[in-house]
C-alpha cells in the first residue's frame, strides 16, 4: 500500500449518509482515493474532478465530481488536511491547485453587478455625511476664509460697531495716561492696516482684554496692573489687533454655524450630545484662532520695531496666575502653552529682532495713574 | 471535548417545548430566560462562557460572551445539572410560535450554522460562537445579517425555528433559492450565497425584493415557513394605531422607524427587538 498520509473530509453523494460522512481519503498523482468500507467509485481521477473553495465563507475545500451513481462531493475542514491537501495538489495537480472561490458558479455577472450597486446605495448615504463633517472640521480654516472673504470691511466695520455700541454701555472707559498709552502703542502697531482702529480702556479688574469687528479694542485696567512694560501691553495689544485683522469674529461665526449645520445633518437632533460635540470643536477653533494671533502678534512686534520679549513675560506672568486649566474645555489654549510657544518662536528669531531700543514711556507712571481697584465686576465690563 | 449524551422528548406541535432528561451529573445549558420547569435535584447555575472547554482563561471568556452577545445571546448561559440521585428533567420553551428541531452535531459533521437567537439548549460541552459572514452581498441582502451562530460539539443541540421548518438534505451541486431571512440552519459544506432575481419588473414588483439567497449543497439545510420578525411585523401593521414610527430625522440616528426586515435592519437589528 502507498505510504500516502490520510487526510480528513466528509463524503456527499450516493451511499453516503444525507449528512455527510466522516472519510479518510489520499492524494496521489492520478487522482483522489477514498477510504471506505464499501466498494464504490471512490477513485476519481484529476480530469473528472473540480476543486474549488466552498461552504460557509469559502472556509472549506470542496473536490467535486460525477461518478457512475451520481454527483459525489468530498469537503474538507479540517486545517491539517487542508494544509496537506494544498500541498499535495501542487505537486500532483498544479492547474487544480488555484483555489478559487464560488464566486462563479452561484452568482452569474448580473447578480455581482446588482450586489455591487445595492451595497454601494446602502454604504453611501452612510459614508458621505461623515466624510462632509470630516471635511467640515478638517478644512474648517479654507472654507470660512472663502465665506468670510464675502464681507467688506464697511460691513464688518458697521457690525463692529453694533457690537461695540452694546458693550460699551456696560463698560466704564476710562482716559487719562493709561489710554493715551494704549491709543500710542496701537497706533504704531497698526500702521497701514485697513481697518480704522479705536483703542478704549475699561475699569476692571479681571485681567482681559478683547477686540470687536471692525477695529474695537477694549484693555482692561486690571490687565495695566499686571503688565510691567510699556513692551508688555503691545504685546496683548498685538495680539487683540492679530483678532481684527485675520477676522476671526467672523471665521468663528462662520466656522460655529456650518459647523452646527453639518453635524444636525449628519446626526440629528440628539440633544444635548451634539451641541456637547459641538461645542467642542468650537472651541478647538477658538483655540486655533488664538494661537494665530499669539504669532501673527509677534511679528508684528518685530516689524514695529518693538521688543517681543515683554509679550513673552506677558505671558509666563499670566501662566503663573492661572491656577487650573482644562485645555480642551477652554477657549483659550493654557497660558503656559502660549508662553511656550511665544519662547520657541522667539529662539527662531534674528537676534536683531530683539536688540531694540526699549520703550520710552515711564509705564511705572501710567501705572500709578490707574484707577484704584473696585470690587471685581462680571467679565463683560462695570457693573450696570 | 465530548458533550454530554442527553435523552430528550419534544412536546406540543406549533409551540414547542423540550423536556430533557439528564443522568447523574450530566449537564444542559440553555439560553437565558428558556427554561420552562425543572425537577427537584436539578441544579440551576450561571456561568459566564458556555461551558465548553474551548474557552479559557478570564480573557477567553469575555471574549467569547462578548462575541456572543452580537450573536443574539445573553453574556451568560445557564448551566442546569443533575446533582440528585437518578435521570431527573428538565424543560426549555421554545419563545414564539414554530418548531423546535434537535440537532445531533455529531451526526453532522460537529458544526452547525445557524441563524441569530437560533439557539435554545443543547448539552454541555457545546460551544456556541460567531460565524462571521465575509461575502459582503451575501451580508447585507441574504437577510441572515452579517452575524450568524456556529453551534460546535458531537451532542444534542436545539435550536427553534418560525412557523413550520423543512428539513432537505442538498446533494452535491444541487440548488436552492430561499426567501431571504427563512434560513435556520445549515452545514458548513453548503454555499450561502446571493443572486439577483432576474428581472427588474419582478424585482421592482415582484414582492420578493432584489435578491434570493441560494444554497447550494453537498449539505443539510433547514429552513423556517414564517421567520418570527416577519410575523411580529405583520402584527404590528395590523395594529389599530398604525405601524411604524416617524421618519428618522438625521441619516445615521434621529427619531425611530428602522425598516423591518430591511437591508440595514437585517444587519444591525436583532432578532427580537
Known sequence: ?384 | MAMDVIDYKIYGSEMQFVEIELDPDEAAIGEAGSMMYMEDGIDMDTIFGDGSAQQSGFFGKLLGAGKRVLTGESLFTTVYTNKGQGKKKVAFASPYPGKLLPMDLSKLGGSLICQKDAFLCAAKGVSLSIAFQKKLGAGFFGGEGFIMQKLEGDGMAFVHAGGTMMKRDLAPGEMLRVDTGCLVAMQPTVDYDIQFVGKIKTALFGGEGVFFATLRGPGTVIIQSLPFNRLASRIFAAAPQGGGGGMAAGLLGGGGGREEGGVLGGIFGGDDD
Open chain 1, 1 to 384: 500500500m502507498s505510504t500516502l498520509e490520510r487526510l480528513q473530509g466528509q463524503a456527499f453523494g450516493p451511499g453516503f449518509h444525507k449528512s455527510g460522512t466522516r472519510i479518510e481519503f489520499e492524494v496521489s498523482d492520478s487522482g483522489l482515493y477514498l477510504v471506505a468500507e464499501e466498494e464504490f467509485d471512490g477513485k476519481p481521477r484529476w480530469s473528472d474532478l473540480v476543486v474549488r473553495r466552498g461552504g460557509f465563507n469559502d472556509a472549506q475545500v470542496m473536490l467535486e465530481w460525477k461518478g457512475r451513481a451520481g454527483s459525489y462531493a468530498l469537503a474538507v475542514a479540517d486545517p491539517a488536511s487542508v494544509a496537506a491537501l494544498k500541498a499535495r495538489l501542487k505537486q500532483s495537480a498544479p492547474d487544480k491547485a488555484g483555489l478559487k472561490g464560488t464566486g462563479n458558479l452561484g452568482q452569474g455577472s448580473g447578480t455581482r453587478r446588482w450586489s455591487n450597486l445595492m451595497i454601494w446605495l446602502t454604504v453611501l448615504p452612510v459614508v458621505l455625511p461623515l466624510l462632509l463633517l470630516g471635511l467640515v472640521v478638517w478644512e474648517h480654516e479654507r472654507i470660512a476664509s472663502w465665506a468670510v472673504s464675502h464681507v467688506p470691511v464697511s460691513q464688518e466695520r458697521k457690525l463692529g460697531e453694533t457690537v461695540f455700541a452694546q458693550a460699551r454701555a456696560k463698560l466704564k472707559l476710562v482716559d487719562g495716561p493709561p489710554a493715551a498709552l494704549v491709543r500710542e502703542l496701537g497706533a504704531r502697531l497698526t500702521q497701514g492696516s485697513a481697518y480704522a482702529y479705536e483703542f478704549h480702556v475699561a475699569e476692571d479688574s479681571t485681567v482681559n482684554a478683547f477686540a470687536m469687528p471692525g477695529g474695537f479694542v477694549v484693555v482692561h485696567t486690571g490687565l495695566l496692573a499686571l503688565a510691567d512694560s510699556a513692551e508688555e501691553v503691545a504685546g496683548v495689544l498685538a495680539h487683540e489687533i492679530q483678532h481684527v485683522e485675520k477676522r476671526h469674529s467672523l471665521k468663528a461665526i462662520a466656522k460655529n454655524a456650518g459647523l452646527m449645520v453639518t453635524i444636525s445633518m449628519v446626526f440629528g437632533d440628539l440633544g444635548g450630545l451634539v451641541s456637547l460635540g459641538q461645542d467642542l470643536i468650537g472651541l478647538k477653533f477658538s483655540r486655533q484662532h488664538e494661537s494665530e494671533a499669539d504669532a501673527e502678534g509677534l511679528k508684528t512686534l518685530v516689524a514695529a520695531g518693538i521688543s517681543p520679549l515683554g509679550m513673552r513675560d506677558f505671558f509666563r506672568k499670566m501662566g503663573e496666575k492661572e491656577k487650573l486649566n482644562l485645555g480642551w474645555l477652554s477657549s483659550h489654549p493654557a497660558s503656559e502653552e502660549r508662553y511656550a510657544a511665544i519662547d520657541a518662536a522667539l529662539k527662531a528669531l534674528p537676534p536683531a529682532a530683539l536688540q531694540v531700543a526699549p520703550l520710552a514711556h515711564d509705564y511705572q507712571k501710567v501705572k500709578q495713574s490707574l484707577p484704584a481697584p473696585a470690587k471685581p465686576a462680571d467679565p463683560a465690563g462695570g457693573s450696570k
